[in-house]
Each structure stands twice: as structure tokens, then as C-alpha cells.
């Protein structure tokens, strides 16, 4: 009887991005016969599951990779996530298999890196992965097709080791050991990765939560006009959470300081009937400041001209959090609504939130 060889495929990219493209690789390779590998889930930033990790692109017979527009996590040397992974399957001689996004194809805003490092270490990156022989696709099904191809012209001029039944190899007891040795190792990584991914989200909103409590236990009354030449009011208190409020949603993309500052005096100015300047911008810088060592906002760094002097700002991950988490609710508030409901008392997104954190609330 013919021994059939199976091959183990480790397949590598970015996650949030590309699910449904690594989905269709998975599928190729099962439908082949073979065995598909993706650590992806494990954290860069963990030595011992690195060296799992590094573990199975040895074992592995192909390493595929997939890049798109998202550089992906960082590790402690600087490098991507899916870079470490591609340089060390290089390193050990593993086939490689690239697959590069094509310039021209269609995707999502939202899958694509904006920073200018991001964007410069991407570039860099996939010019590295051409060092090799690459494939170029433009939608998930155009990459299966691809990947199929690839993967059977590999196998067929480079074949590798693979793996074989234990009866067919004549491995006797020691493979049938080595196989229930490494099924309990599965079982507790993946014990270990639930037990992780339970402990992380925990942390982010115990993080959040503690955030938002200092937001609105904290009050500025800034300075604001109603004209260029007209006189500095102090009548609007504000909490910090209500001026992150009125202002956090220009940052999405960035925001000049004195774009907040006119922002802000528009919401918080007393007598809605008349127009109004800005707000007294040192009172402003000392209220971003109070947003940065939140680690809510951030100095954008989207290139500008050189003449440009202006002072831009963005949002952080944790400050769309929370402007996410805030709209969501004035959102459902606004939804709940109705001319039936007028009289019942809803709940603003500031007491959304403030129900949410009752009895966990940390002091500022």
C-alpha cells in the first residue's frame, strides 16, 4: 500500500483583517487533504509561546503568507507579528508561499493603516515577501483560487517530508505517544488562550470603566468668547467626560487646537442665541493634556506642509473605545425614544455610562 503523505501548511497575517481570506486558505488546504496551522491567536509580546510558535513553522512543510493594508501587531524588536513569523520560516528553509493584495483591488477604510510608520513598515514588508515569488489577488475567492494553484505546484516541485499515519510509518508505540503528547499540549494552550482572552477583556473594561469614572468626577470651567473682541465668560462647568464629548468626535481623523477650542466654546456657551470665538486656547492645551495622560487623544502624525504650524490632534484606540462606547448609547437613548415616551425619563449617554460602572467605578 502506497504511504499518502500529508503536508502541514502554516498559514500567516494579520487577524482582525483577513478572517474571511485566511477562512478560504484553510478550507484550500483541508480540501486538499493537508493539515492547516495559524498561531496567530498566540500574543508576540510571550517568549514561551513564541518558541511553540517557532516550533510549528519547523514542523511545517509550506509557510503561506497573506498581506494586505494593516501592519498588525508589533513584537519587543520592533517588527510585525507576521514579519517575525516570515523572516524565521525564511530562516529555517520552509517553502514560502506570498500573497500580496492587489494595489487596484477594492477594501475597506477601515481594514487600512493611516499612520505614516505603519504605512512606511508595511511597504517595506512587501517588498521583502517579493523577494520570493508572489501572487497577486484582489477578494477572498480570487485568493483561494491562488492559494490552490500555488500550494499544489509546491508540492509537486518541491516535495517535503509531510506526515504519515502511524501505521503506515511503522512508528509503532513512540508515535502514538508523541501524538497523545501533543494533543494534551493543544488542550492546554488552548485552556491557556481562553483563560487569556477572558483575563484580557476583563482588564480593557476594567480599564475603560475607570476611565470614563475619572471623566466625570472631573470639572473644568474654561474660558470662552462670544466674539474676537468680546469678554472671556467663566459661567460654563463642564465635566471632563462632556468636553471629550463635545470634541472627540473631530478628532477622528485629526483636529487643529484651534479647531477644538472654536468646537467647544460652540457647545458649551450659555446663551445659545448669539455666535461664539473659541475657547481660550492655553485653557484648551491644558484640557488635551488632561486627555493625553488619559491616553485618550494623541499628536496626529498625518504629514502636513512645512509651513503648516498648526497643532493637530487624533484619537487614541482607547479614546474611540470611548466614544464608541458613548454614541452607542446616545444612539439606543434616541431609538428608545417616541411621541408615546416623551414623559418617561430616558437616560443622557452620560448616565448610560454611569449605570454601567454603579458599585465599580475607581476613584480618580
Same mark, same amino acid.
Given at each position: 500500500m502506497a504511504i499518502s503523505a500529508k503536508y502541514q501548511v502554516f498559514i500567516s497575517s494579520t487577524y482582525e483583517?483577513?478572517?474571511?481570506?485566511?477562512?478560504?486558505?484553510?478550507?484550500?488546504?483541508?480540501?486538499?487533504?493537508?493539515?492547516?496551522?495559524?498561531? /496567530?491567536?498566540? =500574543?508576540?509580546?510571550?517568549? /514561551?509561546?513564541?518558541?511553540i510558535i517557532a516550533r510549528h513553522i519547523d514542523e511545517s512543510d509550506y509557510y503561506a503568507v497573506v498581506v494586505a493594508h494593516r501592519l498588525g501587531s508589533l513584537v519587543s524588536e520592533g517588527l510585525s507579528y507576521t514579519r517575525k513569523e516570515y523572516e524565521y520560516a525564511v530562516k529555517q528553509g520552509?517553502?514560502?508561499l506570498g500573497f500580496i493584495i492587489d494595489d487596484n483591488a477594492a477594501w475597506p477604510a477601515t481594514k487600512i493603516d493611516n499612520e505614516s510608520s505603519a504605512l512606511a513598515d508595511l511597504a517595506n514588508f512587501k517588498t521583502r515577501v517579493?523577494?520570493?515569488? $508572489?501572487?497577486?489577488?484582489?477578494?477572498?475567492e480570487d485568493l483561494y483560487g491562488r492559494f490552490?494553484?500555488?500550494?499544489?505546484?509546491?508540492?509537486?516541485?518541491?516535495?517535503?517530508?509531510?506526515?504519515?499515519?502511524?501505521?503506515? =510509518?511503522?512508528?509503532?508505540?513512540?508515535?502514538?505517544?508523541?501524538?497523545?503528547?501533543?494533543?494534551?499540549?493543544?488542550?492546554?494552550?488552548?485552556?491557556?488562550?481562553?483563560?487569556?482572552?477572558?483575563?484580557?477583556?476583563?482588564?480593557?473594561?476594567?480599564?475603560?470603566r475607570e476611565t470614563v469614572g475619572f471623566l466625570l468626577n472631573t470639572k473644568r470651567?474654561?474660558?470662552?468668547?462670544?466674539?474676537?473682541?468680546?469678554?472671556?465668560?467663566?459661567?460654563?462647568?463642564?465635566?471632563?467626560?462632556?468636553?471629550?464629548?463635545?470634541?472627540?468626535?473631530?478628532?477622528?481623523?485629526?483636529a487643529?487646537?484651534?479647531?477644538?477650542?472654536?468646537?467647544?466654546?460652540?457647545?458649551?456657551?450659555?446663551?445659545?442665541?448669539?455666535s461664539w470665538d473659541l475657547v481660550a486656547l492655553n485653557q484648551l492645551r491644558g484640557i488635551i493634556a488632561d486627555l493625553v495622560?488619559?491616553?485618550?487623544?494623541?499628536?496626529?502624525?498625518?504629514?502636513?506642509?512645512?509651513?503648516?504650524?498648526?497643532?493637530?490632534?487624533?484619537?487614541?484606540a482607547l479614546g474611540k473605545q470611548v466614544l464608541k462606547r458613548t454614541r452607542q448609547a446616545n444612539l439606543s437613548k434616541k431609538k428608545s425614544e417616541?411621541?408615546?415616551?416623551?414623559?418617561?425619563?430616558?437616560? =443622557?449617554?452620560?448616565?448610560? $455610562?454611569? /449605570?454601567?460602572?454603579?458599585?465599580?467605578t475607581a476613584s480618580p
Open positions: 483583517d483577513l478572517k474571511d481570506e485566511r477562512d478560504q486558505m484553510i478550507r484550500a488546504v483541508l480540501e486538499m487533504g493537508h493539515i492547516p496551522v495559524g498561531m /496567530e491567536m498566540f =500574543s508576540a509580546a510571550d517568549d /514561551e509561546q513564541w518558541k520552509v517553502p514560502i517579493r523577494e520570493k515569488p $508572489v501572487s497577486f489577488w484582489s477578494t477572498a490552490s494553484v500555488a500550494l499544489m505546484k509546491a508540492i509537486t516541485a518541491n516535495p517535503r517530508e509531510g506526515w504519515v499515519r502511524a501505521s503506515e =510509518s511503522g512508528g509503532g508505540p513512540q508515535v502514538t505517544a508523541e501524538i497523545i503528547r501533543l494533543s494534551s499540549e493543544n488542550a492546554s494552550l488552548r485552556r491557556r488562550l481562553e483563560e487569556a482572552q477572558e483575563e484580557s477583556t476583563k482588564q480593557e473594561a476594567d480599564r475603560l470651567t474654561p474660558s470662552y468668547r462670544y466674539s474676537p473682541q468680546g469678554e472671556w465668560q467663566t459661567d460654563a462647568e463642564e465635566t471632563l467626560f462632556s468636553i471629550f464629548f463635545h470634541i472627540s468626535q473631530e478628532m477622528l481623523i485629526e487643529t487646537t484651534k479647531e477644538l477650542a472654536q468646537i467647544l466654546a460652540m457647545n458649551i456657551r450659555v446663551d445659545t442665541n448669539k495622560t488619559l491616553d485618550l487623544v494623541q499628536p496626529s502624525a498625518r504629514k502636513h506642509a512645512v509651513s503648516d504650524k498648526d497643532e493637530y490632534w487624533t484619537l487614541t417616541s411621541p408615546e415616551a416623551e414623559e418617561a425619563a430616558q437616560p =443622557s449617554a452620560r448616565e448610560d $455610562v454611569q /449605570e454601567e460602572q454603579q458599585g465599580e
